[in-house]
């Protein structure tokens, strides 16, 4: 994506493809805007005519030290529909389009002539697809499976038709275009749904399902209590407070210089206690793991810690389809069942809210004052192939972007703030960012999100022998080469790849000292070629695995040291990944994949690819 300077000199060299480029890159927040003022689409779609009209021939009174283009035009776009819903109320209601022409609502009817003509200069085929996605709202896939193709080329197809139909358009009216990308948009919303304090359902025959009614039990080693659980996307998350019983204490294990401390809770939870299980009749969840609740952060999932009291959020794998009639439920935690119920969720729709969507994906705001200062929610919207990360800027491999990933709402009165994030943490994200701008007044603010970190599956058969290499492969968003070496790359932080000490428990609470020898690292370094502009390789995770040295007809993740490397001048950028293989491990053929068993009955865990989407969001959002 261009820059405001190089936009703005384009606009001034060549002003058709300046003012196209710009149409391009700011269409959406406009028309946002607009239809955040006006009721009726074709005054929508007049502001939106009206906006870019007024900015081309008053391009010179823009201020690049005052604010951005997009910031700047969503203002003009505001103003131009105040004045247009104050027209209209002064001389009477605009009366709705007729929509006989087969063509997105909110066109003029010699808008939809130009566009049909334009559809008339594709291929059937092209015509076709457009009509299709722009139309009738189905998304790529739905689209390949209707038409029998395969999804790559239906997105080639549609590039292509969408080049030339814009071609087309460039010589009748632009503006179409602009309405056609817009109707686009809005279509695709209806796969979201919004369950605020949660997260976005992209499936509409699906719901959130949520806790029904209270849920608690006690004995003499613990009270707990479910004080929240939630089934979404195939996860079930189960959040409880353990309150300490009179059985309960602490154990020592070890002695001397080696005793350790085990708290109450431990004993009741991970490693120390049975695995917790959630059933029904005829069936049951697979358990993938303890985690911190929102309000912790703790590595070892506790969060809101007191000497008697501690809560734990515990994660199943669970489909829906899988819930049993009524969704009655039992957490089976080894020593205590407490029987819970889901049920379905209402959802809100999202243009309750403040949202933008773009090529990749979405945000979606939802602000409130909290005790006198402006918290903002910020939903990710995914897209057809990516998934934006709940953290926004702060992605997996680059915690956060410093300066330049500073999210900023801009006040009524011109004040500017920064806001900060409560519950990033790149182990275990919710659905959604909790963003904290400080006290501020009720009031309509200009929230900015200068980029974006997007997400997508790697490849299933994506496997990188050690010490061998392989590839390239054809990833989300272009195409990844691996160079694998036996040296630290120039540049890399040394990660802790050296020998280890392993301690283990003997019946007679005693800890034997066993040294494991220094395992051979293989660092691998990745280019990827082909990414569109606006897409910034950020970083992937994959999974180090060697056939079990103990049991050789098993895949292990033990004897193996692996991890990501980073820039040694600046810890956080990602340089690749790196994987110390032991000894015996080394005999069981070493290798990096995208795919790895998780354990615990769960389903295999699948790697992903990260970028940086140069794309900048501007909501205005309304602070009551």
């Not at 779609?45 to 009174?61: H, P």
């Not at 979606?364 to 004052?369: D, G, S, T, V």
Request: proline share 8%; with cysteine.
């Amino acid at each position: 994506m261009r820059t405001d300077k190089e936009m703005l000199a384009l606009l001034k060299s060549d002003p058709e493809t300046g003012m196209a480029c710009l149409i391009d890159a700011f269409a959406p927040v406009v028309w946002a805007a607009a239809a955040r003022v006006l009721p009726q689409p074709e005054d929508v779609r007049e502001c939106v005519n009206d906006t870019f009209t007024e900015f081309y021939f008053k391009q010179d009174a823009f201020d690049p030290g005052k604010g951005t283009l997009k910031s700047w035009l969503a203002l003009l776009a505001r103003r131009r529909a105040i004045d247009r819903l104050r027209a209209a109320k002064a001389g009477g209601e605009a009366q709705p389009l007729d929509e006989s022409l087969p063509a997105p609502s909110g066109l003029m009817p010699e808008d939809r002539l130009a566009l049909q003509e334009a559809l008339a200069r594709l291929s059937p085929e092209e015509a076709e697809l457009i009509r299709l996605q722009y139309f009738e709202g189905y998304t790529p896939k739905e689209i390949a499976d209707r038409l029998g193709l395969p999804y790559e080329t239906v997105k080639k197809r549609r590039q292509r038709a969408l080049a030339r139909l814009r071609k087309s358009l460039l010589a009748t009216l632009i503006l179409v275009l602009l309405a056609l990308l817009a109707a686009c948009g809005y279509a695709v919303l209806r796969y979201f749904g919004i369950l605020p304090g949660y997260g976005v359902n992209t499936d509409a025959e699906t719901p959130f399902y949520i806790l029904a009614g209270e849920a608690a039990g006690e004995n003499d080693l613990a009270a707990v209590e479910i004080t929240d659980a939630v089934l979404a996307d195939g996860q079930l998350s189960v959040q409880i407070v353990l309150t300490r019983g009179p059985d309960a204490a602490d154990s020592q294990i070890g002695s001397g210089e080696l005793a350790s401390t085990v708290p109450w809770h431990h004993m009741l939870t991970t490693m120390y206690a049975p695995k917790p299980r959630v059933t029904w009749a005829g069936g049951e969840a697979a358990f993938t793991g303890y985690c911190s609740t929102q309000d912790g952060l703790a590595m070892d999932g506790s969060a809101l810690e007191t000497p008697d009291a501690v809560a734990y959020e515990i994660l199943f794998s669970c489909e829906t389809a899988d819930l049993p009639a009524g969704g009655a439920l039992t957490l089976d935690l080894g020593w205590l069942q407490l029987d819970f119920a889901l049920e379905p969720a209402r959802e809100d729709a999202p243009d309750r809210y403040s949202y933008e969507l773009g090529e990749y994906g979405g945000v979606l705001a939802i602000p409130q004052l909290l005790d006198g200062r402006l918290v903002v929610d910020l939903y990710p919207l995914d897209g057809e192939e990516f998934a934006v990360e709940p953290g926004m800027t702060c992605g997996t491999y680059r915690y956060n972007g410093g300066p330049a990933g500073q999210i900023t709402a801009a006040g009524p009165d011109g004040a500017v703030y920064t806001g900060q994030n409560l519950n990033y943490n790149p182990l275990n994200e919710t659905g959604f960012s909790r963003w904290d701008f400080g006290p501020a007044e009720p009031g309509r603010y200009a929230l900015t999100i200068p980029y974006v970190y997007l997400n997508a599956p790697l490849p299933e058969d994506l496997v990188i022998p050690l010490p061998e290499g392989g590839g390239p492969w054809a990833v989300a968003g272009g195409t990844l080469a691996a160079q694998v070496s036996e040296e630290l790359p120039a540049g890399c932080a040394q990660p802790p790849v050296g020998g280890s000490v392993n301690y283990t428990l003997q019946p007679d609470g005693t800890l034997a000292e066993e040294e494991t020898p220094a395992p051979t690292p293989y660092y691998v370094q990745f280019t990827l070629t082909g990414a569109p502009e606006a897409l910034t390789f950020a970083g992937l995770n994959l999974f180090a695995v060697a056939e079990d040295p103990i049991d050789p007809t098993a895949v292990s993740g033990s004897w193996i040291n692996s991890g990501r490397l980073y820039d040694e001048a600046a810890y956080q950028v990602w340089q690749g990944v790196y994987a110390a293989f032991h000894p015996l491990a080394l005999e069981r053929s070493p290798r990096l994949t995208a795919v790895s068993e998780s354990g615990f009955g769960a389903p295999p865990r699948r790697a992903q690819i990260s970028y940086r989407w140069d794309h900048a969001f501007v909501l205005e959002i309304d602070v009551k």
